[in-house]
């Protein structure tokens, strides 16, 4: 037997895709400031190509960066959700378009997120290119 | 306040160590069959540069393709572990080598880990290189 399925609540996956619509709204703003703040403060992002980047001002850089290299919008759709009280594992599939519209990226990421002062964060974000390879 | 920390006993963490040395024996000894093993029968990879990767004859094919490209042998570094009872979140880095003992790959991992018929087994696997982009 595998362990059993945990609470997948409808209103978690709402939440989450709330929290993720929060994300997606402060990248198409450029809003760095605001997208450092859908994270915990100890948050880390796994990239690829990078070491691991921990805590608010890093990943306010890291996204500033992306952003400064023409991506201008995003889209995350969600897979599973598997929820453990205060923390949700999620995978899904994310889509990053230039500000001409042409696909810029596409791939896969699993998120852990932790609720931090009432609201859902991302503590964990590691995600990969489902492109080939140049 | 962040969510609270999970249970993280040092039991655990040994019980992760010993699955990812299973999972580093059968890889060094060109066993995908016991990889495949190491991991639930519902379980994904997320490779890069490849869409989803689900079900355990695919996983095996997976590896099987990744030791015909050279690689020999691999090593796994736990950074950090947060437990939910049957479910386990385990970041960590891993470094892989050729036959001839030269760097093949080294990157993050972050490994969902689900207790199944008694053992933990990889439920979803998801990583990336850290090395600069060619």
Redesign the interface.
């Known amino acids: 037997?595998?362990?059993?399925a945990?609470t997948q609540s409808q209103s978690v996956r709402a939440e989450i895709t709330a929290a993720n619509q929060r994300f997606i709204d402060a990248f198409s703003r450029g809003d760095v400031e605001a997208l450092a703040r859908c994270y915990?403060?100890?948050a880390?992002l796994?990239?690829?190509?990078?070491?691991?980047v921990q805590g608010t001002a890093a990943i306010a850089d890291f996204w500033r960066m992306v952003l400064g290299l023409g991506i201008a919008s995003g889209r995350l759709e969600t897979s599973e959700i598997?929820q453990?009280?205060?923390?949700v594992?999620e995978?899904g599939r994310y889509y990053l378009s230039t500000s001409s519209g042409d696909e810029a990226d596409r791939?896969?990421?699993?998120v852990?997120w932790?609720?931090?002062?009432g609201e859902w964060r991302l503590h964990?974000d590691?995600?990969?290119?489902?492109?080939?390879?140049?």
Request: no cysteine; aromatic share 4%.
């Open positions: 037997m595998t362990a059993p945990a915990t403060p100890d880390q796994l990239p690829a190509n990078s070491d691991v598997e453990h009280e205060d923390t594992i995978t791939g896969k990421y699993l852990v932790h609720r931090h002062d964990r590691i995600w990969n290119t489902s492109k080939p390879a140049a």
